[in-house]
């Protein structure tokens, strides 16, 4: 078994292409329109672009349970997931430039360096760093 695809839900598709795609780097892979202005968009990291997908999931327009569970997890700061980078210093630099609000600045836990940020869709994200 390996995943081949995750999905982040969003409140706004457009909105959220923009971000994943203008400032965290990522690059369209799939837009295909599936009715009613939803479409099925999913995108890849620029060093794996055979890797992994995210699908921004229009989930909590659609599914209240999606919506509540989304939003509790905002309220309550847990990111929604996490992302992998070389360089939280680095990260954290390039993406306050860029307007990118953290919630969590760079921190250490054990052999662990982390950020949290919102992505502007309803999420917490978490970068992370081994170290």
């Known amino acids: 078994m390996k995943v081949t695809l995750i999905s982040i839900p969003v409140r706004d598709q457009e909105k959220a ?3 994943y795609t203008e400032k ?3 690059i369209k892979k799939q837009d295909i329109p599936m ?3 939803n479409r099925w968009l999913t995108l890849v ?3 794996a672009q ?3 997908e995210i699908l921004l999931e229009p989930a909590p327009n659609h599914f209240e349970p999606s919506k509540v569970y989304q939003d509790a997890l ?3 700061g847990i990111p929604y997931t996490q ?3 070389k360089s939280i210093d680095a990260e954290y630099e390039r993406l ?3 307007g990118v609000e953290f919630s969590v600045k760079p921190s250490t836990m054990g052999t662990t360096k982390y950020a949290v940020f919102n992505d502007t869709c309803g999420n917490h994200i978490q970068l992370v760093e081994e170290v």
């Open 83 to 85: 992302f992998d980078v």
């Open 17 to 19: 292409l923009k971000f």
């Open 45 to 47: 990291s620029k060093e």
């Open 50 to 52: 055979e890797g992994p």
């Open 74 to 76: 905002m309220e309550a």
């Open 24 to 26: 965290l780097g990522f």
């Open 96 to 98: 306050t430039k860029i």
């Open 35 to 37: 009715g009613g202005g």
